[in-house]
């Protein structure tokens, strides 16, 4: 008998391909979380695809005997038990790499889009732009390159390594801090073949905050806020700050304080403290560049966390 693959909340048509071919029988719906266990138990699902959307606790993990396996579409597994679901005999797998070039070029995207002020000329232009041209020139003639500034990365794994690579291609100066990771060989490939590498070694998280022009941080769930008052009080003036890490890794409202006081000249935000529902005063902000939680969501990182996943449940499942 096939065993059953529960696709909750969407996987890409290369994925489910290969499942198929895998010989598994998959359901390619979004059950509710409170339906959830009902589902998993009348249908026999062996394995639960899911992203952040979808929780895997300990009522699920405990009424669903037929689970065997829980996939993360993506890295973080703050929506799953996954200590308790391992001590239960149930297979955890995510994707940590394969989305990595996807979120740090939101970085830049964010990044290059703050320097310019693109994301604040893009709302006055169609308002504007046929009867203040001259003056919206002028407003929004003082960008800033990038190239030769310093970026403080916290948070160095496969994500901060490629912000990394981008940033030394355009000539920044890359500053990092983990509590991991001492020292990084960062290789920079091109489309030549040639490589060229660089050895990075950790800096003081206070040394960092002090000398860098531009911070973004790409860290793991944390129980309080990584930057909130005494970080930023630390930093230079009209520093620039991007999460695209967790929501709640910047605190909001510290971070508002400063954007409105100039210490803080823009931010770059693709996660934040209440989502589904963000802060309204965040929203608003007109020195704030938005995205809602797409990080990781491009068309070559879905199709590489579709492959990658129905590979590791083909071996863990079909041996």
Excluded: W
């Amino acid at each position: 008998m096939k065993r059953k693959i529960l696709i909750n909340d969407g996987l890409s048509e290369s994925g489910k391909k290969l499942l198929k071919n895998y010989d598994f029988e998959i359901f390619d719906q979004h059950i509710q979380q409170d339906k959830l266990i009902d589902f998993i138990n009348t249908n026999s699902i062996s394995a639960i695809i899911v992203r952040s959307a979808t929780k895997v606790r300990k009522d699920i993990i405990d009424s669903c005997a037929s689970l065997k396996l829980i996939a993360r579409g993506g890295v973080g597994m703050d929506n799953i038990d996954v200590d308790y679901a391992k001590k239960n005999e149930i297979h955890v797998i995510n994707t940590p790499q394969a989305s990595s070039l996807s979120v740090a070029e939101l970085v830049f995207a964010h990044l290059f889009s703050m320097a310019r002020q693109l994301f604040h000329s893009n709302r006055t232009m169609p308002l504007e732009g046929d009867t203040n041209f001259k003056k919206l020139k002028k407003t929004y003639s003082h960008g800033i390159e990038l190239r030769g500034k310093k970026i403080g990365i916290i948070g160095f794994g496969r994500i901060g390594q490629e912000v990394a690579k981008i940033a030394l291609g355009i000539g920044m100066k890359v500053l990092f801090y983990d509590p991991h990771i001492e020292d990084k060989n960062i290789c920079i490939e091109f489309y030549n073949g040639k490589e060229i590498c660089f050895k990075l070694t950790k800096s003081k998280l206070s040394d960092l905050l002090k000398k860098i022009d531009i911070l973004t941080i790409h860290v793991p769930n944390q129980k309080k806020p990584l930057i909130s008052k005494d970080e930023i009080e630390q930093m230079k003036e009209e520093i620039i700050i991007i999460n695209t890490s967790r929501g709640g890794i910047v605190n909001e409202r510290e971070l508002l304080k400063a954007l409105n006081n100039k210490k803080v000249k823009f931010a770059g935000i693709d996660v934040f403290e209440n989502e589904p529902k963000p802060s309204m005063s965040i929203l608003m902000h007109d020195q704030i560049s938005l995205s809602p939680h797409i990080g990781a969501s491009t068309e070559e990182a879905q199709e590489r966390i579709g492959i990658e996943l129905a590979n590791q449940i083909n071996i863990i499942l079909n041996g």
